[in-house]
């Protein structure tokens, strides 16, 4: 059985309705859309390893099936740069998650890699009752939020397509690089799209994808967050 079937199995027999962030950024990795980095540690200990391997600045993040919106709980600390800052944000994560959300089951905290600031883009994916599978891509922050300046299709998508969601965009002349945002990566940001697609058409079990924001490089690209809700 496929890692992503696993995952999914296991959620299913718990009874979940989102997949832990480790657990999405599993299921994308193994349809080759690019994460950053990342180990579950559960002990300040393991945590202090783990940042170790990955190497400093690291990005910390609670794990709890009961916490989806990790930062509106204190759940997210970025930027830690030394051992002493990590066993500070380790504290502070599980001392503020704590007050905000007495009840929720702690699985870890997520280290990871973190991504250096550059361009993000949003990809999404839900399902049109009447279209099925549909994606979504956008730009980051106001552009998605304010602007509403977003492109959709029904999946599967072909490789043309993918291409069409980006440069439909009217905020896609800064992709190409303007002021001081990069020149983005166009390849990577299409093979994203098509993995999600692919993903979406061959489990029907999952109702929602979201992958915001993926950080775009002159080459290559990172999701930084990924969340997957299921049927
Ligand atoms: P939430 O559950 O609140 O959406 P996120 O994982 O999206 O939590 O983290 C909140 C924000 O922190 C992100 O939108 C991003 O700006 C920043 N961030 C999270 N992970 C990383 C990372 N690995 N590298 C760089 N920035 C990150
Ligand atoms: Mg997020």
Do not use: W
């Not at 299921?27 to 579950?40: A, L, R, V």
């Amino acid at each position: 059985m496929s890692r992503t079937s696993e995952i999914l199995d296991q959620a299913r027999k718990d009874g979940r309705k989102f997949l832990l962030e480790p657990e999405a950024k599993a299921i994308c990795k193994e349809y080759d859309i690019p994460i950053t980095q990342f180990k579950i540690a559960n002990n300040e200990a393991e945590a202090i390893k783990f940042t170790e391997e990955i190497g400093y600045p690291v990005v910390l993040k609670i794990v709890s099936p009961d916490i989806i919106h990790k930062s509106d709980v204190g759940g997210v600390i970025i930027n830690v740069k030394n051992a002493k800052d990590l066993q500070d944000a380790y504290k502070q994560i599980m001392d503020s998650v704590r007050k905000h959300k007495p009840k929720a089951r702690i699985i870890g905290l997520l280290i990871q890699e973190m991504a250096p600031q550059s361009t993000e883009v949003i990809v999404g994916a839900t399902k049109d009752p009447q279209f099925g599978p549909t994606l979504m891509f956008g730009l980051g922050g106001i552009f998605v939020e304010i602007l509403k300046d977003v492109t959709f299709r029904i999946a599967p998508i072909t490789e043309d397509e993918a291409r069409e969601m980006i440069t439909e965009l009217k905020a896609y002349p800064l992709l190409k690089g303007y002021r001081n945002l990069p020149l983005a990566d166009i390849k990577a940001i299409v093979k994203i799209l098509m993995n999600t697609s692919k993903l979406m058409t061959e489990h029907q079990e999952i109702k929602e994808i979201d992958l915001n924001p993926i950080m775009v490089y002159k080459k290559g690209a990172k999701t930084v967050d990924a969340r997957i809700i299921l049927e």
